[in-house]
């Protein structure tokens, strides 16, 4: 069972940058579609970002035009650049396939994510 750490959280105010990592234990080259998805206090996960091997991305309304994902398959690492950060974007965030299948249940069961928390 690959494990999956993800790392880059922290507190940054309104309008700043994070840029979260995902790494992997073992190659990701098998898992076509990998995604960051959030969850905030009181709500549900939420696919924020998806790309697969051939680097084809999807992201949610929310955070089309400021979030960049990438993946190094070499480095079996997944990256999420943030950028003009809002509020809103308070979360815990997590990387997992599309659909999940690393962990089970909830996002907020599959490990320890990485907090991010953007202060107005």
């Known amino acids: 069972q690959v494990q999956l750490v993800e790392s880059g959280g922290g507190l940054v105010q309104a309008g700043g940058s994070l840029r979260l990592s995902c790494l992997a234990s073992?190659?990701?080259?098998?898992?076509?579609?990998m995604g960051w998805y959030r969850q905030a206090p009181g709500k549900k996960c939420e696919l924020v970002a998806t790309?697969?091997?051939?680097?084809?991305?999807i992201y949610a309304v929310s955070v089309k035009g400021r979030f960049t994902i990438s993946r190094d398959n070499v480095k079996n690492t997944v990256y999420l650049q943030m950028n003009s950060l809002e509020p809103e974007d308070t979360a815990v965030y997590y990387c997992?396939?599309?659909?999940?299948?690393?962990?089970?249940?909830?996002?907020?069961?599959w490990g320890q994510g990485t907090q991010v928390t953007v202060s107005s």
């Open positions: 073992r190659s990701i080259f098998s898992f076509d579609v």
């Open positions: 790309i697969t091997n051939t680097g084809g991305t």
């Open positions: 997992n396939t599309v659909p999940p299948r690393v962990g089970s249940g909830m996002c907020d069961s």
